[in-house]
């Protein structure tokens, strides 16, 4: 569909974390694919560069001063809002002046205006969204927008041997959880720990992923890229807006609990989820599950839908 324009806004940054830039930057992908240029839009720092795998965006504080993003909009074919701090007015001006908006929801955090709306948890289509007229809902996993490496993923096999995990906790650690998961990871002297603090680019991080046994993983969007490529995880809520994202996977039988920010031992929580997870029967179910509920396809069905819309 050539010719059309379609600008794709995120946020991002020094304590906002990475997650918003590289799933719009996957959904991005997906539009170059199918012969789209959308314009990248993201409010942030030089660092969401990295997350953004390369590809070109513009810098813009659209949320303190949406006037240069609503005049760059003006009569675009459509324009897909990533944000967890927009007001809802903005929201409104905004799909004023396209002629499709989209929006990814992740917490049921507004009432959105007319458009589609995207919310790629495992149980998002339990959640009690209003259907109303003008609003489509694309809800659940198989919407899941992943980065370009891991749209296609070989079979993976568990090992017998439980002998290599990883441990992620996103791009920043602002509550300094990290020194109090590699303390619970002391409990078990055999097992190599590979530490990523960000900076892997998602190529290397695939690779990564596929070396592990296991991971301890934080809630957000790395737990759904190990689900694609079936590495069971023990996950730790991060933050408040992890909650119910890290639910669905317990819930569907991906991950398991491994403790919160807030947990006063923490420590405790980790050891004993990896503990689980020694067992090769329980890590097969566990990869089973994952791998069935993520295909790779979450940002080409985004597009499809939104392309779907246009007149």
Known sequence: ???????????????????HVARCSAVCDAFSEAGIEPVFIVDGDAGVRRAAGGRRLRLMDWLSDPEPLLRLIEGFDAALVDSYHAPLKLYARIEERVGVA??????????????????????????????????????????????????????????????????????????????RVLSGLERFPELRAHVVRGGLSQAA??????????????????????????????????????????????????????????SP????????????????GVRVRMAARGRAMVDGKGARRIVSSICGCLP
């Not at 324009?5 to 997650?19: Q, S, W, Y």
């Not at 694309?138 to 927008?145: D, E, F, I, T």
């Not at 079936?230 to 569907?252: F, Y």
Request: charged share 25%; hydrophobic share 45%; proline share 5%.
């Open 1 to 19: 569909m050539p010719g059309r324009r379609v600008a794709v806004i995120a946020e991002g940054g020094r304590g906002r974390g990475h997650g």
């Open 102 to 179: 989209a929006y990814f929801d992740d917490t049921m955090r507004l009432d959105y205006p007319p458009g589609i709306v995207i919310n790629a948890d495992a149980d998002a289509g339990r959640l009690p969204y209003a259907c109303k007229p003008g609003r489509l809902l694309l809800l659940g996993s198989a919407y899941a927008p992943l980065r370009k490496a891991f749209w296609s993923a070989r079979s993976r096999q568990s090992r017998k041997r439980f002998s290599d995990i990883l441990v992620t906790l996103g791009g920043e650690d602002p509550r300094r959880l990290l020194p």
């Open 205 to 262: 991080m695939k690779a990564l992923m596929l070396r592990c046994d296991a991971a301890v993983s934080a809630g957000g969007q790395t737990l759904t890229e190990l689900a694609r490529l079936g590495v069971p995880a023990a996950v730790v809520v991060a933050a408040d807006n992890q909650l119910r994202h890290a639910a669905g996977w317990r819930k569907a039988g991906f991950a398991l609990d491994a403790g919160r920010w807030d």
């Open 265 to 280: 031992d923490l420590e405790g929580s980790v050891a004993r989820a990896v503990r689980r997870l020694r067992d090769r």
